[in-house]
């Protein structure tokens, strides 16, 4: 199978199965200097990690991080970095009855038809489990670019379903309170009703889409590259890889489609840019402002509501789910997101500072968005 690396310059390949016996990856081109312990790990994977709350799927899995290479005395040496993360809570007798049949909506059918072969237990490589190593790869990311540049890349939950929170009229994210619940929403009075519905709907048996957004502050201008490697391209691509989504938008997305230029264009004066539709790209080049970036994910397909399709000789069956899954896999999607963007910005930054390193500093540099 090709296609499981991304990056030019910072290059991040995935390997490993949901139900076999370990993850990881290989990330080649991180510069040398960089200082990483099994222990940066932690925080970013436990947000990814399945089981740590009653919203999120049951599967309780350790993912402790092992280091087999690119790192001496806990610093970066420039050589190809591996991690490994040992499957330790996977069910694959929950899947036993599922060898034969393709779930509706799920990669089951198009897999069989693409390989003629697949590894039905717990989806395979087309799980999720496989978000992990890019959540481990994002870890060296987020790290190297808030060293060098103060950037930071966090995102939280914009939507679920019908529900979404209530911001100020600035939109400034309240970035504790995002901390400070299972869902990472940004709205405390709010956060009950979200478990409402969730309670409700898992009672039912069936799952709902969300919204994810990310931004990344202190970006410098600059960033990205016309025509095919542009910024807002390559993030697109990033995001749009993330199992179960459906779609991105940057900055205005969608909403430009019933803006007017006199809206949507971000006008400048020299203290600043007094709007940001653009999310921070302009050209395919980051402006300065913030990278605003938003992925819509669709609802968990593993539902216990039963559904039909067809097995291996073509003939009718009811599936129903009965190993355990989320009711909104969008909750998880959120450290997933911000890690694809910081590994798009570094792989970025490197080739900037390749091509582009002797520039130097551009007069006018406007500031970042007024409001
Ligand atoms: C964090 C995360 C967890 C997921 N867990 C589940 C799950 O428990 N059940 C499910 O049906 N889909 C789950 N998905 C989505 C499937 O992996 C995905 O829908 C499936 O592989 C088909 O790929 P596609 O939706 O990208 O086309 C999850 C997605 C993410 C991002």
Partial sequence: ????????????????????????CVIDGCPPGVAIAPDDFRRDLERRATGKSRYTSQRHETDDVEILSGVYEGITTGTPIALLIRNTDARS??????????????????????????????GGRASARETTMR???????????????????????AQLGPLTPRLTESGVIDWDQVNANAFFWPDAATVAELQKYID???????SIGARVNVVAENVPPGWGEPIYGKLDGELAAALMSINAVKGVEIG???AAVTQRGSEHRDEMTAAGFLSNHAGGILGGISTGQHILASIALKPASSILVPGRSVNLAG???????????????GIRATP????????????????????????????????????
Wanted: net charge positive; glycine share 10%; with cysteine.
């Fill in 1 to 24: 199978m090709s296609s499981n690396s991304f990056g030019k310059l910072f290059t991040v390949t995935t390997f490993g199965e949901s139900h076999g016996p370990a993850i990881g």
């Fill in 93 to 122: 007798k929950d899947y036993a009855e599922l060898a034969d049949v393709f779930r509706p909506g799920h990669a089951d059918y198009t897999y069989w038809q693409k390989y003629g072969i697949r590894d039905h237990r717990g």
């Fill in 135 to 157: 959540v481990a790869a994002g870890v060296i990311a987020k790290k190297w670019l808030r060293e060098k540049f103060h950037i930071v890349v966090r995102g939280w939950l």
């Fill in 200 to 206: 409700v709907l898992r009672k039912s048996g069936d």
């Fill in 252 to 254: 205005a997305g969608c």
């Fill in 315 to 329: 003939e009718a069956v009811e599936v129903r789910t009965k190993g355990r899954h989320d009711p909104c896999v």
């Fill in 336 to 371: 997933i997101a911000e890690a694809m963007v910081a590994l798009v910005l570094m792989d970025q930054a490197l080739r900037h500072r390749a091509q582009c390193g002797d520039v130097g500093a551009i007069m006018p540099r406007i500031p970042g968005t007024m409001r």
